[in-house]
């Protein structure tokens, strides 16, 4: 039976430059972060609230559209849609 090595992880430096972060976060796995005490591990319900799915058709150069614009804010397409959803709802209460 082969046994992992424990991986000692030193603490973040805070004052560390943005590229040291980056490397460090790429060097070390959220699970042995966790395991250092350096994170706390939270428990997020996957659905906070209530919700219902909604099902509708799209013409195909809307569909694509949207694909793009997600894509370029690197985000899911759901996401986008439900974000700008969200915000034209709230726009409306206000108005």
Excluded: C, F
């Excluded at 972060?33 to 319900?45: F, P, S, T, W």
């Excluded at 996957?46 to 799915?53: D, G």
């Amino acid at each position: 039976m082969t046994r992992k090595a424990k991986v000692t992880v030193p603490p973040l430096d805070p004052k560390a430059s943005a590229e040291v972060k980056a490397r460090y976060y790429e060097r070390y796995t959220t699970q042995e972060l966790i395991a250092a005490g350096h994170l706390e591990e939270v428990g997020l319900r996957k659905y906070p609230r209530k919700t219902e799915i909604l099902s509708l058709r799209l013409d195909t150069n809307l569909l694509m559209q949207l694909k793009r614009v997600a894509k370029k804010k690197k985000l899911p397409l759901r996401a986008l849609i439900r974000t700008w959803l969200v915000q034209h709802t709230e726009q409306e209460k206000a108005a």
